[in-house]
């Protein structure tokens, strides 16, 4: 069989019932009623029409933004710019500890601080973000695999005090604009510190970034969850947030799900029923739907396990079946892909396809620079089939328009008037406009 028949076998069999839940979840859950109204003082005009064009999408599209001027030329980074913000509206940050400050009391915030590989600055980050009207976000407050040599042999009482010192740091140069904060990451996991190992590692890290980011979203985020056994409410991660809500953290806003498929090619007809299944997908985010907070892909990896026709063929073709289940969810917020070019991943040299994270060929783009089908199927659906683009006529001077949630420039025609209006369709708004001409 070929990979196409393995990997989209899922897909493939179950192509009505999901394009009937994916269909209808899309219209119900990302998709709004703008009620707007045309008043003036003198008679209106007997011909109104209004133009909408959607500016940016309300659901987030992000990508980690790790090699921003990290690039061995600068044609690379000029290329990377461009291509980071046609497609995404958010960018994930890197604040991992043990690279933001390697040497205690001199973090790496400003932007010709040292540089160290796949780690710019946040403030480079953030100033590149205010550019392009991209959202940036925070990777991560207290991700105790990767703390600073001079965090681990000090007591609880001490690791205490340097993590409220980094979290008031933080929060006094971004809290303003970063919207969102992961607070945790990867807590199933082994730690470095002695406090990772005490009861109340995660409430007191949540109670923390509450005293110092209190208007922030605080977001959790962990790995290995995506196994059909997992997919109850005694899995570790749901007992996680469950108890912390249970024991008062009542600020906490959505539960970061990674979505990483780092297993062989070999391995890929087994793991389909598991990762590229939409029937095991949506029964996951059901599951999770039931703690009451929104939910987030907080790293997506898709393989294409080569550079050929038909891989990269493949990897398109999940990544349009796996967006599409996600973005469908009610619960869903925001998915991001984690490396946008294939050559730059993780525990690897740079363009080294056979070593770490490269070997996956996860990107987007290829180690040249080139856009893979994955990219431009990727663009298609944010930009294409999931964006209003709409003309109405208003009746008496009253119209509607259906559209994706996000932002909005109108143009009225009025007679001989013409009349450009900013707005937004909100699932959290009540959407009227009244339009004085």
């Avoid at 070997?359 to 290829?366: D, I, V």
Wanted: hydrophobic residues 35%.
């Amino acid at each position: 069989m070929s990979r196409q028949d393995t990997a989209l076998k899922y897909y493939n069999e179950q192509s009505e019932a999901l394009k009937l839940r994916a269909e209808s979840g899309i219209e119900l859950y990302r998709k709004g009623d703008l009620k707007i109204t045309v008043k003036s003082d003198s008679p209106l005009p007997e011909n109104i029409t209004i133009e909408a064009e959607q500016q940016n999408h309300e659901f987030k599209f992000g990508a980690n933004i790790f090699m921003l001027d990290e690039f061995e030329n600068e044609e690379k980074n000029a290329i990377y710019r461009e291509k980071f913000a046609d497609i995404f509206n958010l960018a994930t940050v890197p604040f991992y500890w043990s690279d933001l400050e390697p040497e205690q009391g001199k973090p790496r915030f400003a932007k010709d601080s040292p540089k160290i590989y796949r780690r710019p600055a946040p403030d480079l980050c953030v100033e590149y973000c205010k550019e392009k009207g991209i959202e940036p976000k925070c990777h991560c407050l207290n991700y105790d695999s990767f703390t600073p040599l001079w965090t681990r042999d000090r007591t609880v009482y001490e690791n205490k005090a340097m993590l409220e010192k980094r979290f008031r740091e933080i929060a006094e140069r971004y809290a303003k604009d970063i919207p969102s904060f992961e607070v945790t990451n990867e807590t199933l996991q082994n730690g470095n510190t002695k406090f990772f190992y005490e009861d109340d590692f995660l409430e007191w890290s949540y109670r923390m970034a509450d005293r110092y980011f209190p208007n922030n979203r605080l977001i959790i985020n962990d790995y290995n969850i995506w196994f059909p056994e997992n997919y109850t409410n005694r899995h570790a991660y749901f007992m996680q947030i469950e108890r912390l809500l249970r024991n008062g953290i009542t600020h906490l806003d959505s539960i970061g799900m990674q979505f990483h498929s780092f297993f062989p090619l070999e391995s890929e007809p087994r793991m389909a029923n598991q990762r590229y299944n939409p029937t095991t997908l949506y029964k996951l985010m059901d599951l999770y739907a039931k703690l009451g907070l929104a939910e987030q892909i907080t790293e997506m990896t898709i393989p294409a396990y080569g550079g050929d026709e038909e891989n990269e063929y493949v990897q398109a073709e999940l990544i349009k079946n796996v967006y599409t289940t996600f973005f469908s969810h009610p619960s869903m917020e925001a998915v991001i892909y984690w490396n946008l070019v294939d050559g730059y991943a993780a525990f690897a040299p740079q363009g080294d396809m056979t070593a770490g994270e490269n070997k996956y060929y996860g990107g987007l783009m290829r180690f040249d620079m080139t856009e893979k089908p994955a990219y431009k199927t990727l663009h298609k659906l944010i930009h294409e089939d999931w964006h209003t683009s709409a003309t109405v006529s208003a009746n008496n001077g009253n119209a509607t328009i259906r559209g994706f949630y996000g932002d909005y420039k109108l143009t009225v025609h009025a007679g001989d008037k013409t009349i450009p209006v900013d707005t937004r369709i909100s699932k959290d708004a009540k959407n009227y406009l009244t339009i004085n001409i």
